[in-house]
């Protein structure tokens, strides 16, 4: 089968998609008539629709538009390599002539390289991420063994998803693994998970589970449950749905309303106020049921992995998590800081069921290779962070 032919090649609405332009790269997730801004330009992008991925597109200006393109696509390109290989030039500079004109540059040639837009670089914010770099994210991992069976659990809150959709990409689909992503907010950061276009089997082995609920709950069991239904916001919202629902009810059943004949239409029965407050009342909510099925799986069995990707201190974090452990089981700590792990690495030391505890950082430098001569990138980033791994045994 031509892989251009597969579904999976083929771009969707709802898909996410990156757009390169040179060196500018940014998510995009297709709508119909969707518009995408590059830079200061604006950009239609239903031409891409139907289209298999990466296909290389012109940006045409539209007449009556001001800085607004549509797409067309391009059936031959040639690539950057094969024009330079065309350019005539030297293995050094003996042979240039120092004329002054390749240093001059006009006004209008600052001001279009102003608006052109950041580059991939540039507009990269580590921060966003916790400065997780991707030689940190392939150790993170390694160190963790994931693999496609087995239960792993994650808590993330600092890289946008990125450990998640990393570590679900490992487990893959149609296996029987699964990840309980533990988050500290009300709503999981899944922003680079859902730009990896898993399919929906794999995206149900993604378990998305408050930290605090999913402690509280395993630890004081079903009676909680209840408690937990009373007492949070989902449930509160519901209660004020349902007064809401009644309310709209008495007053409709106060109201005579006249037909076109002057009879008067039939009120409604009682019995259908208290069916709809018994329906609303059996609901519950999303979070609490997610919740109880992370519960279950850690019962059942305990995790093969731990992750542990924070902003901020991690001890409390790693303490509250180890139990739910397999002996035996790795476990990895990654924080952009060296201080909180060292913390960490001394308390953890003192534990009798804590061995092979490693504190380390990586370096990484990117070098560009040229026809006889090779040099590092100048622009290179100086830590990716620190990573403490380490097992539990019995």
């Known amino acids: 089968q031509n892989m251009c032919e597969n579904e999976d090649n083929i771009i969707t609405v709802g898909k996410y998609v990156i757009i390169k332009k040179q060196n500018f790269k940014k998510i995009y997730k297709v709508a119909t008539n969707g518009t995408l801004m590059l830079g200061r330009d604006t950009v239609q992008m239903h031409e891409i629709i139907g289209k298999p991925f990466w296909t290389t597109f012109e940006m045409i200006p539209v007449k009556e538009g001001k800085r607004t393109y549509f797409l067309k696509e391009v059936l031959e390109t040639e690539s950057l390599n094969d024009l330079l290989n065309k350019l005539p030039s030297g293995n050094d500079n003996r042979t240039i002539v120092d004329d002054g004109t390749s240093q001059k540059l006009s006004k209008e040639e600052i001001l279009r390289l102003q608006e052109s837009g950041k580059t991939g670089k540039e507009i990269l914010d580590h921060n966003k991420i916790g400065n997780l770099r991707m030689d940190s994210l392939s150790q993170l991992l390694s160190y963790s063994d994931v693999q496609s069976d087995g239960l792993y659990m994650l808590y993330d809150s600092g890289s946008h998803g990125m450990s998640a959709a990393a570590m679900l990409n490992r487990i893959g689909s149609n296996t029987e693994g699964h990840l309980i992503n533990l988050h500290p907010g009300n709503v999981p950061q899944l922003a680079l998970v859902n730009a990896m276009n898993f399919p929906?089997?794999?995206?149900?082995?993604?378990?998305n589970v408050n930290i605090y609920s999913f402690l509280r709950l395993y630890h004081q069991g079903k009676n909680d449950d209840e408690s937990l239904v009373n007492n949070e916001i989902p449930q509160?919202?519901?209660t004020n749905m349902k007064e809401e629902n009644?309310?709209?009810?008495?007053?409709s059943n106060d109201k005579v309303v006249h037909s076109t004949n002057g009879s008067l239409k039939r009120k409604r029965d009682e019995s259908d106020i208290h069916e709809a407050a018994e329906v609303t009342v059996a609901k519950k909510p999303k979070w609490l049921m997610e919740t109880q099925y992370a519960v279950e799986l850690v019962k059942g069995s305990k995790a093969r992995g731990l992750v542990i990707v924070a902003k901020e201190h991690p001890l409390n974090i790693v303490t509250a998590l180890l139990p739910f452990l397999g002996f035996s089981r790795p476990f990895v700590i990654y924080h952009a800081h060296r201080e909180p792990l060292q913390e960490t690495y001394m308390t953890l030391k003192q534990k009798q069921s804590v061995i092979n505890l490693r504190l380390l950082s990586n370096f990484l430098r990117s070098y560009q290779v040229l026809p006889?001569?090779?040099?590092p990138d100048i622009l290179t980033s100086d830590t990716g962070g620190y990573l403490l791994s380490g097992y539990l045994v019995q």
């Open 200 to 207: 929906r089997e794999q995206l149900d082995k993604l378990i």
């Open 236 to 238: 509160i919202e519901e």
């Open 246 to 251: 009644l309310n709209n009810i008495n007053e």
């Open 372 to 375: 006889d001569r090779t040099h």
